[in-house]
Each structure stands twice: as C-alpha cells, then as structure tokens.
C-alpha cells in the first residue's frame, strides 16, 4: 500500500497564497507521475496541476501563471504553490500518485496509484 498524506490547506483572502504539501509513503520502487486535482461543493473532481518524474509540467488553464507544481523525489514529496489565490479556487485539493511499489515479500513490483485524503482550501474576504 502506499499511502499520501496532504498539508497546507487553509483559509486565505482574495490575492493570498498558499502552498501545499503531499507526502507518498509505503513500499514505494518508483513514483511515475504525481498530481493535484480539486473538488468545489456540487462540482467534479478536476485536475488542477500534474508532473511526473521527468519533471514537465501540465497546469489546467485556470491556474497557469498562478500555480506552481514540483517534486521532491527523495523525500516522496509533491508541492503546490498557488498565488494570486481568487474565490473560485475554493475547493477539497486532492493528492494523486501512481508507479510501482513493491509486494511484502519483496519480489515483484506492482503498479499502484493514490489518493491523499484532502485538504481544504478557502479563499474568502
């Protein structure tokens, strides 16, 4: 199992900034490409930002210029930096990841891919 573990969520002002954190751990081989997706109230889950392990970025256009995805491959860990943050950014910011992870006994990779529990993001006056 490889679980992700997000922090940083919070309530910010219009033109705020904040910066997320997600943490992969378990019995990772290799991580392939990581992400940040979100969830307004009575909308569905939309990608917000990915990168994977070659370090190229893809940002939906709604965040471009004001989002900021990267890594840290060896801590397991993805950020996100979002500034110039507007109400409409509202919403449960989600963790993605997916590679290979290694069975208990050690002999065989298996792909996997998961989802951080969420971490709430406000913006608001």
């Known amino acids: 199992q490889v679980q992700l573990v997000e922090s940083g969520g919070g309530l910010v002002q219009p033109g705020g900034s904040l910066r997320l954190s997600c943490l992969a751990s378990?019995?990772?081989?290799?991580?392939?490409?990581m992400g940040w997706y979100r969830q307004a109230p009575g909308m569905q889950r939309e990608l917000v930002a990915t990168?994977?392990?070659?370090?190229?970025?893809y940002y939906a256009d709604s965040v471009k210029g004001r989002f900021t995805i990267s890594r840290d491959n060896a801590k397991n860990t993805v950020y996100l930096q979002m500034n110039s943050l507007k109400p409409e950014d509202t919403a449960v910011y989600y963790c993605?990841?997916?590679?290979?992870?290694?069975?208990?006994?050690?002999?065989?990779?298996?792909?996997?891919?998961?989802w951080g529990q969420g971490t709430q993001v406000t913006v608001s006056s």
């Open positions: 993605n990841a997916n590679g290979l992870r290694v069975n208990d006994l050690r002999n065989k990779y298996i792909f996997f891919e998961s």
């Open positions: 378990g019995n990772i081989f290799r991580i392939n490409v």
């Open positions: 990168i994977p392990s070659d370090g190229s970025t």
